[in-house]
C-alpha cells in the first residue's frame, strides 16, 4: 500500500511515519525540507522524501496533482490550514485512493460549554484559525456524504513531546514559567487557575490516525478527537510539574486584566486563546468505533516535553542546598503508566 504523508517531518509525523513503515506501507513524505523529525528512527531510510512548497502549489494549483500522480492509497494531510488548500487536494485524489486522512483540531469546537465535549457537539469557533479549521471540516463531511469522499478527520489537542515546548501552566511558551515551578518561585496564574487545557502526545495522535487506517470501513465519513483522557487545570497543571520538579508549587492569582500586564503582550495573546477555548475534549468515540485509548496523561504528555527541555539546557533546575529539582531516577523520562498533541 503506497502512503503519501503531507508534512510527514513534524511532530506527528516523527511517530506516525515509521510505524507506517514498519507495517508494510510504502511510504511517499511531501515536505518544505526545512526540518528533520524530531527522533532518529531507522525505518527512516526506507521512507521517500520530495521537497515541495505546498503554498506555492496551491497557489498555482498544482499541488493536488502532484500528490494524484504518486499514485496514493492513502494520503495523510497533515499541514492543510485553508478550505481551499483541503479542496484542491480532495477533488485531485477523488475516486483514485482508498482513504484520505485529514489533521484538524480541536479549535473547532470554540469555547466549551458541556463538558466533556463529544464530536457532534454544534461548532462555536472563534479565531481565524478555528473557523478555518471548521470549515474545512464541513466541506470533507459533505464530500464524503455527497460523494463518497473517504476521509476520515483527526482533531487533536495541545501537541506535546520530546523536541519542542509544551503550552505551559499560564496557557503560552515562556518557559519561564516552568523554570519558576522548578526553583520554587511563585507562579502567577489568570483568574483562579480553573481554566483548562488538554494535551496530548504526538505519538497517540499517531495512533489515531493508524487507528482509523486499522478501522477504515467505520472511521470514513468522521471526525474523532486525539487528546490526553481529561483536561488538566492550569492550577492542577501547575502543581504537577512543580511536584515532578520536587517541589511545592506556589501559586498566586490575579484577575485577568491584571494578570495580563504582568507578561508580554504575545503571552498575554497566547494565554487568552487557550482559557478562551478550555478544551475538555471526549475520547469516548475514539475508544467506541476504533477500539483506541491514548497512552499518555494529559501531564505525562506535557512533562515529555518538560524533560526533553531539561535535559538539552532549554530549562535550567534549581541547584544546591534546598533545591534538589526533581526527584532523583527520572531524569530524562517521564513517569511510568504515562499519558495520551
Known amino acids: 500500500m503506497r502512503t503519501v504523508v503531507v508534512g510527514g517531518t513534524g511532530h506527528i509525523g516523527t511517530y506516525l511515519v515509521p510505524e507506517l513503515v514498519r507495517l508494510g506501507h510504502e511510504v511517499v513524505v511531501l515536505s518544505r525540507g526545512e526540518r528533520s523529525p524530531y527522533r532518529s528512527d531507522g525505518a527512516w531510510s ?9 503554498e506555492t502549489e496551491d497557489a498555482a494549483g498544482s499541488f493536488g496533482g502532484r ?16 478550505e481551499d488548500s483541503t479542496r484542491q487536494l480532495a477533488e485531485a485524489v477523488q475516486g483514485r485512493i482508498q482513504h484520505l486522512l485529514h ?25 481565524e484559525y478555528g473557523i478555518q479549521k471548521a470549515a474545512i471540516e464541513t466541506y470533507l463531511l459533505d464530500r464524503a456524504r455527497r460523494d463518497g469522499l473517504p476521509v476520515t478527520l483527526i482533531h487533536p489537542g495541545h501537541i506535546s513531546g520530546p523536541g519542542w515546548t509544551p503550552i505551559n501552566p499560564a496557557a503560552n511558551l515562556d518557559l519561564g514559567v516552568f523554570e519558576k515551578l522548578a526553583r520554587g518561585d511563585e507562579l502567577l496564574l489568570p483568574n483562579l487557575g ?22 477504515h470501513s467505520v472511521a470514513t465519513g468522521e471526525s474523532f478527537h486525539a487528546v490526553a483522557e481529561g483536561a488538566m487545570t492550569l492550577r492542577g497543571y501547575a502543581e504537577g510539574v512543580a511536584e515532578w520538579f520536587g517541589q511545592d508549587a506556589k501559586l498566586g492569582f490575579l484577575p485577568w486584566d491584571e494578570w495580563r500586564k504582568t507578561v508580554s503582550e504575545r503571552d498575554a495573546a497566547a494565554t487568552y486563546d487557550h482559557i478562551a477555548h478550555s478544551p475538555h475534549c471526549s475520547m469516548e468515540k475514539a475508544a467506541r468505533l476504533l477500539g483506541f485509548r491514548p497512552r499518555y496523561s494529559a501531564l505525562d504528555a506535557a512533562l515529555a516535553g518538560v524533560s ?31 499519558r495520551t498533541p
Do not use: Y
Open 308 to 338: 526533553w527541555l531539561v535535559d538539552n539546557g532549554k530549562i535550567t533546575e534549581k541547584r544546591g542546598a534546598g533545591g534538589a529539582g526533581r526527584p532523583p531516577g527520572i531524569r530524562g523520562s517521564t513517569s511510568p503508566g504515562r
Open 194 to 215: 480553573l481554566e483548562t487545557v488538554q494535551h496530548v502526545h504526538a505519538a497517540d495522535v499517531a495512533g489515531m490516525f493508524l487507528a482509523a487506517l486499522r478501522n
Open 103 to 127: 489533521c484538524g483540531t480541536i479549535w473547532i469546537h470554540g469555547p466549551s460549554g458541556q463538558v466533556p465535549t463529544r464530536e457532534d457537539t454544534p461548532r462555536r469557533p472563534f479565531g
Open 46 to 54: 526506507r521512507v521517500r522524501t520530495i521537497q515541495v512548497d505546498r
Open 67 to 82: 500528490v494524484a500522480e504518486l499514485e496514493p492509497d492513502v494520503v495523510v494531510d497533515l499541514i492543510s490550514f485553508t
